[in-house]
C-alpha cells in the first residue's frame, strides 16, 4: 500500500509532468533494446533534405567518441525551398530569432503501424517519442502547433512539422535512438533508407550513412557544406547505336545505361526506345520491354534490344519511365520520361 505521503509526491510528480505540455500513452509495454533496423527516412521522398549532422551526443556538443559517451542522435535540415511559417515557440539557440517551422512534413520512420508513446508541447523544448517494432526514436523541434497526438501512428503518418523551436538554429530533426527506458543509445549499426549508419569518430562531423553503390558522408566544414540527401532519380548514359545491316530493312542494335543518382531506391518499370523517322514529329514508335529493375542508390543497369527499321534517318530516344518505390514501399511520383536522342 502507498503511503498517503507517497501517493502525494507521485501526484505533485504528474501535476508538474503535466503543466509543461507531458503527455504519455495508455500503453506501457517497454520497447527491447536492439539495434533499430529497416528504418525510413523521416521525410516525404520526394523532398531533399539535408544530412546535417552525423552520429553525436543527446545533449549536442563537439567531443569525440569515446565508451563513455553515447553517440545516439542525428540530425535532419529541412528544404528551405519548403518555405516557413512563424511558430509561437521559445528559440534558445545563440540567434534568438524569431521562431519558425518549416512547411515541410515530419514523416514516420517506420514501416509498419507504431504508436506515440509520449510527447512534449514545452515551447522551448518541444520532443515526441514513437515506438514500432521494438524500436523507439524521439524527435525534437517539433513544431508544438503541429505535433501528432498520443495514440496510434499510421505507417507513413505525419508527426508535424520541424521547427526552431528550442535549440535550433533552421528547421530541422534531432532523431535520437532510445531504449525501452527512454534512455538514448547507440545510432550506430542501424539502418535507414537502406543506408548503415556508421561509427563517428567526432561528433556531428563524421558518421557516414553507408551504401554498397553509394554513401552520405556529413561534413566537418559545417552545415552549408553537409550533403544533400536526395529523392531517386533516373539518369541516362553512354548511349550505344550499332547497325549491323541496311536493306531490306536496317538491323539496329542499341543499348544504354540507366543510373539511380539520388538517395531512394527506385522500381523502374518501363524500359524502351522510342524511334521518329526523318522530319515526322508527329508520331513515335514507342517499344518498351514493360519490365521492372530495381536500382539502389547509386546503382547501374544496362538496357540492350535489337530494333528493325526501315531505310531512312531516324531519331532514337532511349526512354525510362519509373513511378519509383522508395523503403517502405511509399510511392516516391517522380515518374516521366528521361531522353537522350540520338540519330541513326
Known sequence: MYSKQRIFYLSLIFSILFTLGVEFSQDTSVAEAQVATALVFPFSPDQTWKYSGGPHPDSGGYVPKKPSVVFSSLDFLAPTSAGTVAEKCINTSRSKAAPVRSKAAIISPFQMDGRVVSRSTAQSNPWVIIEAGGIRIRMNHVAPSTMVGVGTLKRG??????????????????????????????????????????????????????????????????????????????????????????????????????????????????????????????????????????????????????????????????????????????????????????RI
Open 157 to 342: 503518418g505525419i508527426i508535424g512539422n520541424p521547427s526552431t523551436c528550442g535549440d535550433s538554429d533552421a528547421p530541422h530533426i534531432h532523431f535520437v535512438l532510445l531504449d525501452g527506458n527512454n534512455n538514448p543509445r547507440e545510432i550506430a549499426g542501424s539502418t535507414i533508407s537502406g543506408y548503415l549508419v556508421g561509427t563517428a569518430t567526432m561528433s556531428y562531423a563524421t558518421g557516414c550513412l553507408i551504401q554498397i553503390y553509394s554513401s552520405i558522408c556529413p561534413s566537418p566544414f559545417g552545415a552549408n557544406w553537409n550533403p544533400d540527401i536526395k529523392p531517386g532519380e533516373v539518369r541516362i548514359s553512354n548511349p550505344s547505336v550499332q547497325i549491323k545491316s541496311i536493306f531490306p530493312g536496317a538491323n539496329v542494335t542499341v543499348s544504354f545505361t540507366y543510373t539511380n543518382v539520388g538517395h531512394y531506391p527506385v522500381s523502374v518499370e518501363s524500359i524502351g526506345m522510342a524511334a521518329r523517322r526523318g522530319s515526322d514529329w508527329t508520331g513515335s514508335n514507342w517499344d518498351f520491354k514493360y519490365q521492372t529493375t530495381y536500382l539502389n542508390p547509386g546503382q547501374s543497369a544496362t538496357y540492350s534490344d535489337k530494333k528493325y527499321f526501315l531505310l531512312g534517318i531516324y531519331f532514337m530516344e532511349p526512354v525510362v519511365k519509373f513511378p519509383g518505390k522508395a523503403w517502405g514501399g511509399v510511392q516516391l511520383e517522380k515518374g516521366g520520361f528521361f531522353h537522350y536522342p540520338f
